[in-house]
């Protein structure tokens, strides 16, 4: 059987319950949320409660207002994984605050007005955003492990944290940095608007440092160093001069512009790009791999550069996945006579004279795969 | 190379995994891209609920093609809830989750019955984990694209899928694994897939990541499936020169356009028999992927769990 106490003594909120007993203290989120759910004014319910015997109401030091709009009444539900109220004495966290706007669709600074107006006091030290985006809340939490660590009023962010929390939300650094200054967070740099584009490429490519170089006027040192400052990845070396090719052999595709090429400090720039980047510049492949190396691309000591380009030697390359320090072994060398219709003894030939190991002693037979289509 | 890894593309499309607490004005057009749904490790995290709610609340599903469901959100109940909504879905991925989120072994599936009824429009399905999972043998008569990726598949599931009416079907893909993480299939529970059975269709089979790879393999040599294939893959298992010998001595093979046998444990000679017996004829061959038998093994000879010493590429 229900009990006719029960539309003010427990309300279910989605999935939750609010519940209140005579021997604990009523919180002032309970009261409102019972007041706009029944439809009746605070004091009414506060009266009601009262004759029911419960004495210690929680109320604002600010008139009760006389009537409470059901969503206004849920901003002061706590942003906790148990349903609670924050209490109203006490400054309303910005965890909180953004926690609220987010779920009831409202701006910041609506979602103060209206907390404040319901006797809340929120600490704000300058106006707050008046667009609403839901994503604040991840934007202050800064270790998402047991209850969180959040940014409260006036925190301060690290560069690190602005560029961990846009891998999270999959958008730019700059669109995080403009707000969480917004919010009202110190960083330790000023965002200016040049820097959503220098933020781009999260690799800090030099092809990209090049290119922004370019589109600005701004020198490729004076990129660097502002990525620098937005504590962003940035390349290791930046030409004095820039060649006109330089970003045709920087670009993945050959075509100057993003996907750039990869560094790799392990086994180095791969043979297979220098000599693609060759062909399509009619330079020779040891012209190419002497200017990648002055842009940080170096190629592995084992490669044996030859001395022309050959569409035949990057079929076969495009077919190789083993850098200079792997052994490349018989199912490698298979792998490639299939993909290129050689026979595996032409491939384990071709790969030796450029420089591979072939540790297997295999004799590695003449016949050729059938290449379909 | 981990063998799961989240999905980049699916469909045909590219992958857009919906980022937390994102607003729809931020995302593309509903139809551009395979949808991928998932929430973080954390009680912090969005709610499954909640990012489920706005999705849902703000993507036009009638557009979306392509789902992706990882960490999170389980999949069937939730789907058929709005079959009435997805009318254009005609892709499926469900437990696309790497191991640092939850291992293969663990990942909870279902009984796929009430999904495949409620989609008539799906054309390919992919399940990642095997663990509670069951597939109707009334099948589905537009589904042209199977993938079950599991370290252990129940072999009841394997041989209702073997059973099963699939008339569309073109490729079909069975990550059987380890009897330890809930695998067993045995070549008899798949005889009605490799009979050619209710799967007219059929044009690329793999019976891969099983610990009996070689009497699979020869099993498929007198197969009468095997005809109907452009490609058939043995991957990921615990193939050998014997079963490898099987496929030499059996039917031809040479109508094939492809042949993945990669994760393997044949001696090299094999290999250049293998290679030099199909690639002329046009057969690409895939060795890669060479495997080094544990001379130890596990378990000792009187141990009825003694191990050959060759495993399979995806268990636990």
Redesign the interface.
């Known amino acids: 059987m229900p009990n006719s106490t029960e539309p003010l003594t427990r309300i279910r909120i989605g999935r939750d319950v609010s519940w209140i007993e005579p021997a604990r203290r009523v919180p002032y989120g309970h009261v409102l949320y019972a007041a706009a759910s029944l439809g009746r004014g605070p004091a009414a319910v506060v009266s009601e409660l009262t004759a029911l015997g419960f004495a210690d109401i929680e109320l604002p030091e600010v008139p009760l207002p006389l009537t409470v709009d059901p969503d206004d009444a849920l901003l002061p539900k706590a942003d906790t994984?148990n349903l609670s109220w924050l209490e109203v004495g006490t400054p309303v966290p910005l965890r909180h605050l953004l926690a609220a706007a987010?779920r009831q669709g409202l701006s910041p600074a609506d979602a103060a007005r209206r907390l404040t107006a319901l006797g809340w006091t929120v600490p704000a030290s300058h106006p707050l955003p008046e667009t609403p985006?839901?994503?604040d809340?991840?934007l202050i939490?800064t270790d998402?492990?047991?209850?969180?660590e959040w940014l409260d009023w006036g925190g301060e962010a690290s560069s690190g944290h602005v560029r961990k929390v846009a891998r999270?939300?999959?958008?730019n650094p700059h669109t995080v940095a403009t707000r969480l200054i917004a919010l009202g967070i110190r960083l330790p740099y000023t965002p200016e608007p040049a820097d959503e584009r220098i933020l781009e490429d999260p690799e800090g490519a030099l092809g990209h440092v090049l290119t922004v170089a370019q589109e600005t006027g701004r020198r490729p040192a004076d990129i660097v160093a502002r990525l620098s400052e937005l504590g962003a990845s940035r390349p290791g070396t930046v030409p004095d001069v820039r060649e006109p090719d330089d970003l045709v052999i920087l670009s993945e595709n050959l075509d100057g512009r993003a996907p750039w090429l990869e560094r790799n400090n392990v086994v180095g720039v791969r043979l297979h790009h220098i000599l693609r980047a060759a062909l399509a510049t009619r330079r020779s492949p040891a012209d190419i791999a002497e200017r990648l190396d002055t842009l940080g691309h170096w190629l592995h000591e084992n490669a044996n550069v030859p001395a022309t380009a050959d569409e035949e030697d990057i079929r076969l390359l495009a077919t190789v996945d083993r850098s200079f320090l792997d052994g490349v072994?018989?199912?490698?060398v298979?792998?490639s006579?299939?993909r290129t219709g050689r026979s595996?003894a032409d491939v384990a030939a071709r790969l030796t004279a450029l420089g591979y190991r072939l540790p297997?002693e295999?004799d590695y037979?003449e016949?050729?795969?059938?290449?379909?289509g | 190379m981990s063998y799961v890894q989240h999905a980049q593309n699916f469909y045909g499309l590219p992958v857009l995994t919906v980022p937390p607490y994102t607003p729809a004005t931020l995302l593309p057009d509903a139809a551009s891209v395979a949808w991928r749904l998932q929430t973080g490790p954390y009680a912090t995290d969005e709610d499954a609920e909640d990012c489920w709610e706005r999705f849902t609340s703000t993507v036009e599903l009638e557009k979306v093609r392509a789902l992706v469901l990882g960490h999170g959100m389980d999949g069937v109940s939730r789907l058929t809830d709005l079959r009435s909504r997805l009318t254009g879905l005609e892709a499926l991925f469900l437990g696309d989750m790497e191991d640092e989120e939850e291992m293969i072994s663990t990942i909870d599936q279902s009984d796929l019955a009430p999904l495949l009824e409620a989609f008539p429009g799906l054309r390919e399905l992919v399940v990642r984990g095997g663990d509670g999972l069951d597939f109707p043998v009334t099948g589905h008569a537009g589904l042209r694209a199977l993938r079950v990726e599991s370290g252990g598949l129940p072999p009841e599931a394997a041989a209702h899928i073997a059973a099963a009416d699939l008339p569309s079907l073109e490729r079909l893909e069975l990550w059987l694994g380890d009897d330890d993480y809930g695998g067993g299939t045995t070549v008899e529970q798949l005889a009605p897939l490799l009979a050619g059975d209710r799967k007219p269709a059929l044009r690329h089979l793999g019976l891969q990541n099983s610990p009996i790879q070689d009497e699979l393999a020869a099993a498929l040599a007198s197969a009468p499936v095997v005809p109907q294939l452009t490609s058939l893959s043995l991957a990921m298992g615990t193939l050998s020169d014997e079963g490898a010998e099987a496929l030499l001595h059996g039917q031809p093979l040479t109508h094939l356009e492809e042949l993945d046998l990669s994760h393997h444990f044949l001696s090299e000679a094999m290999m250049l028999r293998i290679w030099t017996a199909l690639e002329p004829a046009g057969v690409r061959v895939n060795l890669r992927g060479r495997q080094e038998e544990d001379d130890e093994g596990w378990g000792d000879e009187d141990d009825e769990y003694e191990g050959s010493g060759r495993y399979i590429a995806v268990a636990e």
Do not use: F, Q
């Open positions: 994984y987010g985006d839901p994503r809340i991840v939490r998402p492990r047991g209850n969180g999270t939300l999959r958008c072994h018989l199912e490698h298979l792998h006579a299939s595996p297997d295999v037979p016949v050729r795969g059938a290449v379909r």
